[in-house]
């Protein structure tokens, strides 16, 4: 059953039924909260997958270990370049950074470990830099996993290596070009657990600028757990997405949060978003407007499960609507996670969100061309600049061929996109791997 509901001011909220037809609601907004109780069915609508690109080719690429990818880009070459982590040896319980070059084709062009050995070290954030590439994430250092930057030249050589005390468990989530040429960089400090973790509790999240020998120029403290992505905004500042805890009616729930910082590293605004339910927040990209199109997933917003989540906010940090998806094969809604990590504006100007779609139960149910419940794929869908869907698909390698579920997703020059999955059906090398899935343009 594939459905999707959008929230607004007054505006609809719709789930889309078996045949593609949607049922709506009218929901209220009041302090980012819906009532329910205002809402009501009003006529029903069609959805389809129509004009949704189609898998032009993919490759997966690792080593004897097991892989996971976090994040990736088209790099200037017409290449692709990934990151994420690997383990050390198969089998082993403490991982290395990775970052994989593949050509314009998926072949692979080189491929990097760095890391210490019997310790916890990961990749978690890319960008492609004049010269080379900036790695982002977490490496071992004095007892414990650190924030770090790696500097690597065009052949995947490292250039520098930067490491952050800032003490206890910390990393690197994200990083972002800046206009002068400098990088930001957010992540947490001060956490309990090494490795890659989705959301960090218990931590402290940082925004620093640093400059091309990967110095620090500016640092200020957050006052949320950590920081998962972030972006220059127009007015020379920035904004932090992350994900905290907040206590609503007496209940511990989870918000997607923006924090917007000036230049100097002042805090001058902080937002929650998603009322009386777990909603968590993993991306966002800046619209031409100055608003904020943040991914994530939830079990708000009417979901009977994790659906994928879409919001978008003004440049002021004011909500104006939010999007639920989920279900895209028709399984049973109490057993399946939709999941998304990634969300670009597009080059046409409307917004396109990636993850994953599947069931981690011992539920399994079977129909649907890609696969069963229990083989993961990958779930994208286009929605226009104002909030209404435009198409939505699966992706993988077809039933029985294993999981491909997809944590990241590029733009590519030609009008298509780029998956990064996490993958068991291609490439030579076992587990899992990181998979590079091309799509076309769509034919919308």
Same mark, same amino acid.
């Given at each position: 059953?594939?459905?999707?509901?959008?929230?607004?001011?007054?505006?609809?909220?719709?789930?889309?039924?078996?045949? /593609?037809?949607?049922?709506? @609601?009218?929901?209220?907004?009041?302090?980012?909260?819906?009532?329910?109780?205002?809402?009501?069915?009003? @006529?029903?609508?069609?959805?389809?997958?129509?004009?949704?690109?189609?898998?032009?080719?993919?490759?997966?690429?690792?080593?004897?270990?097991?892989?996971?990818?976090?994040? /990736?880009?088209?790099?200037?070459?017409?290449? *692709?370049?990934?990151?994420?982590?690997?383990?050390?040896?198969?089998? +082993?319980?403490?991982? &290395?950074?990775?970052?994989?070059?593949?050509?314009?084709?998926?072949?692979? @062009?080189?491929?990097?470990?760095?890391?210490?050995?019997?310790?916890?070290?990961?990749?978690?954030?890319?960008?492609?830099?004049?010269?080379?590439?900036?790695?982002?994430?977490?490496?071992?250092?004095?007892?414990?996993? !650190?924030?770090?930057?790696?500097?690597?030249?065009?052949?995947?050589?490292?250039?520098?290596?930067?490491? *952050?005390?800032?003490?206890?468990?910390?990393?690197?989530?994200?990083?972002?070009?800046?206009?002068?040429?400098?990088?930001?960089?957010?992540?947490?400090?001060?956490?309990?657990?090494?490795?890659?973790?989705?959301?960090?509790?218990?931590?402290?999240?940082?925004?620093?600028?640093?400059?091309?020998?990967?110095?620090? +120029?500016?640092?200020?403290?957050?006052?949320?757990? !950590?920081?998962?992505?972030?972006?220059?905004?127009?007015?020379?500042?920035?904004?932090?997405?992350?994900?905290?805890?907040?206590?609503?009616?007496? $209940?511990?729930? !989870?918000?997607?949060?923006?924090?917007?910082?000036?230049?100097?590293?002042?805090?001058?605004?902080?937002?929650?978003?998603?009322?009386? &339910?777990?909603?968590?927040?993993?991306?966002?990209?800046?619209? +031409?407007?100055? $608003?904020?199109?943040?991914?994530?997933?939830?079990?708000? *917003?009417?979901?009977?499960?994790?659906?994928?989540?879409?919001?978008?906010?003004?440049?002021?940090?004011?909500?104006?609507?939010? !999007?639920?998806?989920?279900?895209?094969?028709?399984?049973?809604?109490?057993?399946?996670?939709?999941?998304? *990590?990634?969300?670009?504006?597009?080059?046409?100007?409307?917004?396109?969100?990636?993850?994953?779609?599947?069931?981690?139960?011992?539920?399994?149910?079977?129909?649907?061309? $890609?696969?069963?419940?229990?083989?993961?794929?990958?779930?994208?869908?286009?929605?226009?600049? &104002?909030?209404?869907?435009?198409?939505?698909?699966?992706?993988?390698?077809?039933?029985?061929?294993?999981?491909?579920?997809?944590?990241?997703?590029?733009?590519?020059?030609?009008?298509?996109?780029?998956?990064?999955?996490?993958?068991?059906?291609?490439?030579?090398?076992?587990?899992?791997?990181?998979?590079?899935?091309?799509?076309?343009?769509?034919? @919308?």
């Amino acid at each position: 059953m594939s459905r999707w509901m959008m929230t607004m001011g007054r505006l609809g909220a719709c789930s889309v039924c078996a045949a /593609g037809v949607t049922a709506c @609601e009218m929901l209220d907004f009041e302090d980012e909260k819906e009532d329910e109780s205002d809402s009501v069915v009003l @006529e029903d609508v069609e959805v389809s997958p129509e004009g949704a690109p189609v898998v032009e080719w993919h490759v997966g690429e690792g080593t004897d270990g097991e892989e996971h990818v976090h994040e /990736g880009l088209q790099t200037a070459d017409g290449g *692709y370049i990934a990151v994420g982590q690997t383990e050390e040896r198969s089998g +082993s319980q403490t991982t &290395d950074m990775l970052v994989v070059k593949v050509d314009a084709d998926g072949g692979l @062009e080189w491929s990097k470990r760095i890391g210490t050995t019997g310790e916890m070290d990961v990749g978690i954030a890319v960008l492609e830099l004049d010269d080379g590439y900036l790695a982002a994430g977490g490496l071992w250092a004095d007892g414990s996993q !650190q924030s770090a930057l790696v500097r690597l030249d065009a052949d995947g050589e490292v250039v520098w290596t930067q490491r *952050y005390h800032n003490g206890g468990a910390s990393a690197v989530r994200g990083i972002a070009h800046m206009s002068d040429g400098r990088v930001a960089a957010t992540g947490y400090t001060e956490g309990y657990e090494d490795g890659f973790v989705f959301i960090s509790e218990e931590s402290t999240g940082f925004l620093m600028v640093v400059d091309d020998s990967g110095e620090v +120029s500016m640092s200020t403290e957050l006052a949320v757990p !950590q920081g998962t992505k972030v972006r220059q905004t127009a007015d020379g500042g920035f904004a932090v997405l992350s994900t905290v805890w907040a206590d609503v009616d007496g $209940a511990d729930i !989870q918000n997607a949060a923006l924090v917007k910082v000036d230049a100097a590293g002042t805090v001058e605004w902080q937002q929650t978003y998603g009322g009386s &339910d777990f909603n968590q927040a993993f991306d966002f990209d800046l619209a +031409s407007d100055g $608003a904020f199109v943040i991914a994530g997933h939830t079990v708000g *917003y009417g979901a009977v499960n994790w659906d994928c989540l879409m919001l978008k906010v003004d440049a002021a940090g004011t909500l104006e609507w939010a !999007q639920r998806f989920g279900q895209p094969r028709g399984y049973d809604a109490n057993y399946i996670h939709d999941e998304c *990590y990634g969300v670009r504006v597009d080059t046409d100007g409307n917004y396109v969100m990636a993850g994953g779609t599947g069931d981690e139960y011992e539920y399994s149910a079977s129909g649907h061309a $890609a696969g069963p419940s229990d083989e993961w794929k990958g779930l994208v869908v286009k929605v226009s600049s &104002d909030g209404e869907p435009m198409w939505m698909q699966v992706y993988g390698d077809g039933a029985g061929e294993g999981n491909n579920a997809t944590e990241f997703l590029g733009l590519t020059r030609d009008g298509g996109y780029l998956l990064f999955n996490d993958t068991d059906s291609a490439g030579p090398a076992e587990p899992n791997n990181f998979g590079f899935m091309k799509l076309s343009p769509p034919s @919308e």
